[in-house]
């Protein structure tokens, strides 16, 4: 993804998102979705500070310039058409599958678009001025967004292979599993990141300006940094209610595929876990 194209992602979503008019069954569906998954003491969970991750925040406003709405015709047709494709061997599925499938895929294509937008907002709006600025050391930058940057162009890779056409959802996380393994340490840090924040808040009035200045701006929504560096965590856990979903309406070999899906990202969740609770005890440890 070039950094024209993160600009432009950025600015559609900012200004006027087309999310609610390309599938509107995916507004209440994701509304619905549970968000808590633990991750070592932390149960992940939306809240007040944090919108629903890929909904609030977001305009729904449905005007649209012509060559909008035929990028998302296409769109639409190619997911409603691949999955009619994928199924079609399979005359016992009734059209209400079929539209359950497209609605679900389109979901988790669009959410993660979502979500990269809001990576890159991390990477764009608050990483890199803070590194051309000075503000900040390099090991004070690195407390506050551990390893965000290794993150993003791994979900960049996960969004284009979910964008196609034949994109097999189970295939896709069964191939590309230990692509996950950078979140261990950006979730198992995720505690330190926070306290930084607040340590280096209350120790440097530029720091603290900086945060009030960008929550000012438009592509921030009036969220602060914290309410972007959380998402991570909340994404990572969506994954498996995802690949659970599509088990409810896949059978035969779609379903074990599946199955060896969900195995594969919570062996990535378990090794998170794992991880997450070593620094937690090495951080007790430290205050005794």
């Known amino acids: 993804m070039t950094r024209s194209d993160r600009v432009t992602l950025r600015r559609r979503w900012t200004k006027s998102t087309r999310y609610g008019s390309l599938c509107p069954d995916v507004v209440a569906s994701a509304r619905e979705r549970s968000n808590s998954t633990k991750l070592g003491n932390h149960k992940v969970r939306d809240n007040s500070k944090v919108p629903e991750l890929d909904l609030n925040g977001i305009s729904m406003d449905t ?25 079609s061997n399979m005359p016992s599925r009734k059209m209400g599958t079929i539209e359950k499938l497209y609605s679900l895929k389109c979901e988790l294509v669009f959410t993660e678009e979502n979500y990269v937008r809001d990576l890159d907002i991390v990477i764009e709006v608050f990483l890199k001025p803070l590194k051309e600025s000075g503000i900040l050391s390099d090991e004070e930058i690195i407390s506050i967004f551990c390893n965000i940057e290794d993150i993003y162009p791994i979900n960049c890779e996960l969004l284009n292979f979910l964008k196609r056409e ?20 950006y979730c198992s840090n995720y505690t330190r990141m926070i306290s930084s924040i607040e340590t280096i808040k209350n120790n440097n009035i530029r720091f603290k300006r900086f945060l009030n200045d960008r929550m000012k701006d438009d592509e921030c929504r009036k969220l602060g940094i914290d309410s972007f560096l959380v998402l991570p965590l909340q994404r990572i856990c969506k994954y498996p209610l995802f690949i659970k979903d599509f088990m409810k309406l896949a059978e035969g070999n779609d379903k074990e595929q599946l199955e060896l899906a969900l195995d594969s990202i919570q062996d990535i969740l378990k090794k998170i876990n794992l991880q997450t609770k070593l620094i937690e005890e090495m951080d007790n440890l430290q205050k005794i």
């Open 166 to 185: 034949e994109a097999n959802i189970a295939q896709i996380i069964i191939e590309k599993s230990q692509i996950f393994l950078p979140y261990a340490r």
């Open 63 to 87: 005007t649209s310039s012509s060559s909008e709405e035929s990028s998302e015709d296409h769109i639409r047709t190619s997911l409603r058409e691949s999955l009619r494709m994928s199924i």
